[in-house]
């Protein structure tokens, strides 16, 4: 028969013997969550997404949209320059001031803070003067781009057109463009730009 004495022994060598399995088992824990953080880090940055869509929706001439996490392709930022310009474009007076709200989204907080009450006076001045307008897109090309990792991460972008304006009651046609510049950021495409010599 065991003495109380070496019974308690016994039990505190088990549960001794327990708590390193524990820490054994914690620490290389530790180790394998490092290491999948550092893998992370690493292959962050040259993640790239492929998808791929009928080329009637997005481009006819290029339907493959590439974009990763610092930047995508040229038919990436043509999808979102002909999205914009067909949003913003095609507008009443009634409605301009809503529909730049689309631009204001897409701007970081950093330009839209330089650039609101710019684009909040445009609006007003098309509301004011009580501008119509119909904008049919004839041409988008990219005229700078910032190339990094095979990938634009910046890029300026113009969409030629043509505009039919009612100002008031008169009626006018012309051929005129938008501007937008991009700016990738993890991820994420801003407006870094909006500008138009339609007006």
């Excluded at 292959?43 to 998808?51: D, E, G, M, Q, S």
């Excluded at 689309?102 to 098309?126: E, G, H, T, V």
């Excluded at 505009?163 to 700016?183: E, N």
């Amino acid at each position: 028969m065991k003495k109380v004495g070496e019974q308690f022994i016994s039990e505190v060598d088990k549960n001794r013997a327990i708590v390193q399995y524990l820490w054994r088992i914690i620490v290389i824990l530790s180790i394998s969550l490092v290491v999948l953080a550092i893998s992370f880090m690493s292959i962050k940055n040259t993640v790239k997404v492929k998808v791929e869509l009928p080329g009637k929706l997005i481009y006819k001439y290029a339907p493959v949209v590439v974009a990763g996490i610092n930047g995508s392709n040229e038919v990436y930022y043509k999808l979102w320059s002909r999205y914009i310009v067909n949003e913003v474009s095609n507008f009443k007076s009634t409605n301009i001031i809503k529909k730049m709200d689309l631009i204001k989204k897409m701007m970081s907080p950093r330009i839209l803070a330089l650039k609101n009450k710019k684009l909040n006076n445009f609006a007003k001045d098309i509301a004011l003067n009580l501008v119509d307008q119909d904008f049919k897109i004839t041409k988008i090309k990219i005229m700078n781009k910032k190339i990094k990792n095979d990938l634009i991460d910046q890029a300026a972008v113009k969409i030629d057109g043509f505009a039919k304006q009612t100002i008031g009651r008169k009626h006018f046609s012309k051929s005129c463009s938008y501007d937008l510049k991009f700016k990738f950021i993890e991820g994420v495409l801003y407006v870094e730009n909006f500008g138009t010599n339609c007006f």
